[in-house]
């Protein structure tokens, strides 16, 4: 009997164990597998909380259907019947900007109607082709986004998408690391609006051969969760792994004894198992990684964590003074704003709040504003609503609210990430039987999570096998 210990019950490290156990099975490895959350609740950065009707997401609201490993989860799970996707409001995005909300042009008439980019802006954005080739180094998001689109988009589309999916900073976050497919569009194509027009043609040569539907969702894809709420997904992995998971436990060492990996942990046990997988932040692997390895607790220890608040609001709709006809929105950092973006959780997916009502769910701090996780929750909730007014003429006060505080919330991938991972990696590979996994590496988005999984649960069976 071979034993695992899988450390973290977040969504990656509750996929890998499940997915493990479950290739182990399918390959006649008998495995006695653990899986230790310090927490009292499996799920991680995933929390669904239903209070007087609202359903509150403290982290995802859920994940898009462009990529297929969330997906294939949820079908390998029984899961799939349940899904539930966004409806088309989550299409309609706003960005905030000189004091009003503008909708994200869609297609080239909608950019070259709206206000969002002043003239001497557009022109620069559509001289795209013609902008200087990449400088060979690892160049962060800002200096890419100045190189090819100019400042001004740089500042009002692609600083608030960064801020949108890891509350970050583009003059630190490195582009390869953090958005590695626009990278490699550039390289093979030369340009993102030849990549857009090259994929463009293909997709309709594909779609007149019938190898994809004239409706499938466009690049973006859906944005997909439960019913119940994303929870829903980790809340059946646990159910499915049943007694592995055990909670309100953490690891606090790693140690190899002779060809086994002992981890010590908070409640004085010892686990001895042939394969250890952390899937705990960068920062909790850290110390605990420290006695088998200090190279890579350094390297762990340089993967910068932003902080973020949440904060939901709840109001009647009657007299609200905004359609809500959209996703939400994102602000640009230039406008000086204490939320990065407000999402209109509840246009975007029913069940949300009760009848009548709205919630929004508004994003705070990140990796540029990090003092803001220190102001008190009626400082935190004056400036939400100030911005909810000035941005959607929003003048009442919630009848609901609901503040989370996530302090090391999303790893931030600055430049040197990807020299980190691959030091990282080489360290690994001397330390047979210890696997990393988690949104520390490779992607933070749930479908990211999901495909790391994957593939930490296979390279596991390849060395149990
Ligand atoms: C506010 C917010 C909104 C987001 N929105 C989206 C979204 O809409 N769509 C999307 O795709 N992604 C989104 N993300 C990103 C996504 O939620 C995360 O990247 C993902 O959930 C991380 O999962 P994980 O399992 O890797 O890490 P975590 O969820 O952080 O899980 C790590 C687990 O390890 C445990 N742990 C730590 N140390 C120990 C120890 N020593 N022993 C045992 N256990 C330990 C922790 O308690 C935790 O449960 C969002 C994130 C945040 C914070």
């Known amino acids: 009997m071979k034993k695992a210990l899988i450390i973290g019950g977040g969504i990656s490290g509750l996929a890998t164990a499940w997915l493990l156990n479950k290739q182990a099975g399918e390959a006649g490895i008998p495995l006695q597998l ?20 609202y359903l509150c997401e403290w982290g995802p609201n859920g994940f898009l259907d462009s990529k297929p490993q969330t997906l294939e989860l949820c079908k390998a799970l029984g899961i799939s019947e349940q899904l539930h996707r966004s409806n088309d409001n989550a299409r309609k995005r706003f960005i905030f900007s000189d004091g009003e909300l503008h909708r994200l042009p869609e297609n080239g008439i909608s950019f070259l109607k709206s206000r969002l ?26 200096a890419f986004g100045r190189r090819r689109l100019g400042d001004e988009a740089m500042r009002k589309l692609i600083a608030p998408m960064a801020s949108g999916i890891f509350a970050g900073d583009p003059e630190t976050m490195s582009l390869v690391s953090c958005f590695p497919r626009i990278a490699e569009l550039e390289r093979d194509y030369g340009g993102l609006f030849r990549a857009m027009f090259a994929l463009a043609k293909k997709k309709k040569q594909e779609r007149k051969e019938g190898k994809i539907s004239s409706s499938a969702a466009g690049p973006g894809g859906t944005l997909t969760s439960f019913k119940q709420g994303i929870q829903f997904l980790t809340d059946n992995l646990a159910l499915q792994l049943g007694e592995r998971v055990k909670t309100g436990v953490s690891a606090v060492s790693i140690r190899g004894n002779r060809g086994k990996w002992e981890v010590k942990t908070s409640d004085g046990s010892l686990f001895e198992a ?14 605990m990684i420290e006695t088998a390895d200090s190279e890579i607790a350094d390297l762990l220890r340089q993967i910068p964590y932003s902080t973020l608040s949440v904060i939901c ?3 009647q709709l009657a007299g609200l003074g905004h359609p809500l006809d959209g996703f939400g929105f994102l602000v640009p950092k230039e406008e000086g704003r204490t939320v990065l973006g407000t999402l209109w959780d509840s246009s975007m997916f029913e069940q949300r709040s009760p009848e009548g009502t709205a919630l929004l769910r508004s994003m705070a701090g990140g990796a540029c ?23 959607m003429g929003i003048t009442k006060s919630p009848d609901f609210v609901q503040i989370i505080r996530h302090q090391q919330a999303i790893p931030q991938y600055i430049s040197g990430h990807s020299k980190r991972l691959a030091a990282i990696e080489q360290r690994l590979s001397e330390k047979k039987g210890i696997f990393l996994t988690g949104n520390a590496f490779k992607g933070v988005g749930l479908n990211d999570c999901v495909a790391a999984s994957m593939a930490t649960a296979q390279k596991a069976v390849d060395y149990l096998g």
């Open 34 to 53: 653990t899986l230790l959350e310090q927490e009292k609740q499996p799920g991680g950065k995933i929390k669904s909380v239903k209070e007087q009707g």
């Open 117 to 142: 980019l002043s003239w001497p802006g557009k022109i620069r954005l559509v001289g795209e082709p013609f902008a200087a080739g990449h400088p060979g180094d690892d160049e962060t998001l800002a």
């Open 274 to 287: 042939d394969l250890v997988i952390s899937a705990s932040p960068a920062f909790a692997a850290a110390p």
């Open 313 to 315: 609001c709840g109001y």
């Open 369 to 391: 504003r990090p003092e803001l996780i220190k102001l008190s929750d009626d400082e935190l909730l004056k400036r939400v609503c100030e911005d909810l007014k000035v941005s």
